[in-house]
């Protein structure tokens, strides 16, 4: 299932994810409760799941994507080059220098996930 989250939802879900212990007071949280981002702590505080972190993964991933797609000169995070190779997102052109630092390439899979996300005024909703 293919999951749509607003800019509103994802920073509700980053600031769970940061700051479990307060109270967040926003209407988002129900339907990231819903969705399985966010669960109900025993406290009243919300927790963010594995799900949500995966989510927010995916996020960070996209960023790192659409910024590379903007200057391919820059370096891709190690974790999200890994996924992002792995997903065929990108792919690996050649190796640099002796400390295997690679070239790389968006591939049509990578330019279709950045042009199913819908950008407006700077902000994007998300795919998960």
Not at 4 to 22: F, M, N, R
Not at 59 to 84: D, G, T, Y
Request: some cysteine; charged content about 25%; proline content about 2%.
């Amino acid at each position: 299932m293919e999951v749509i989250l607003t800019v509103d939802e994802v920073l509700a879900l980053q600031e769970i994810k940061e700051s479990p212990a307060l109270e967040i007071k926003t209407q988002v949280v129900p339907k990231l409760v819903a969705l399985g981002y966010v669960r109900h702590g025993i406290d009243g505080h919300h927790a963010i799941t594995e799900n949500g972190r995966q989510a927010l993964f995916y996020r960070r991933c996209f960023n790192e994507l659409l910024s590379f797609s903007a200057n391919p000169k820059m370096v891709i995070q190690l974790e999200c080059e890994e996924w992002l190779c792995r997903s065929g997102h990108v792919q690996r052109k050649s190796v640099k220098d002796q400390m295997h630092f690679f070239d790389f390439e968006i591939t049509q899979k990578g330019k279709d996930w950045i042009a199913s996300v819908g950008v407006a005024n700077g902000e994007w909703d998300f795919f998960c």
